[in-house]
């Protein structure tokens, strides 16, 4: 299955049961190696779209596959490990745990995983953080950082099990310009030199420039991919 995307969703859509359509008629094949900037005006359904293929929500109609795997098939039980294992999540608010360290945050999700050893699990939270320029913060509660270094935590914390996927939504809402241009730069080197994918939210145009690629939503609805 070589031509097999690594995410693909096939004629999606969402309703609540209430009525209100979220996005509808989504066609998106998504390659390793590909940062996709998702843009579009306010209540558009980009943040529903991250949902639903960051299977924390699931499709009224048509099918998301992730790794050529039909996930409509899967239990919820299924589908949270397989976000554990192979997406990683950050959000406008970094929800890091205020009692843990940053390294401690980190950890977390490679113990809910439970395949490292806990030497191994504590090398791989400390070379995430050197990674992403964050060796000093290891030790530091999230109150002790600025707000630039706590997201980078969050992005270290998302990136802890190796994902295949990252899907961040407005990550980078709450910081300033510069900031905000790091996380996304970041962003782009992740999915360059380690070949993931990387889906991000943003109303903000100048930074979706950063991505290679813009998906646009009006009404929830795709209107221009490029
Ligand atoms: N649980 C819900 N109940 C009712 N309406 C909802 C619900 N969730 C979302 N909506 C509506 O669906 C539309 C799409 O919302 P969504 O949050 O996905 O848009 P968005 O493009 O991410 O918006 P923003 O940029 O403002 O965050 C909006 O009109 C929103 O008000």
Known sequence: MACMPLLAAEGVGRTLPEGVTLVTDIDLRVERGEFVAITGPSGSGKSSLLYLLGLLDRP??????????????????????????????????????????????????IRRLGTRKPGAAQARARSLLAALGLEAAADKLPEQLSGGMRQRVAVARALANDPVLLLAD?????????????????????????????????????????????????????????
Request: charged share 25%.
């Open 170 to 226: 407005e990550p980078t809402g709450n910081l300033d310009t510069r900031n905000a241009a790091a996380v996304f730069d970041i962003f782009a080197r992740l999915a360059r030199e380690e070949d993931r994918a990387i889906l991000v939210v943003t109303h903000d145009a100048e930074l979706a420039q950063r991505a290679t690629r813009r998906v646009h939503l009006v009404d929830g609805r795709i209107v221009s991919d490029e």
């Open 60 to 109: 009224s109609r048509g099918r998301i596959l992730l790794e050529g795997r039909d996930t409509a098939t899967l239990s919820a039980p299924e589908l949270a490990a397989l976000r554990l294992a192979r997406l990683g999540f950050v959000f406008q608010f970094h929800f890091l745990l205020p009692e843990f360290t940053a390294l401690e945050n980190v950890l977390i999700p």
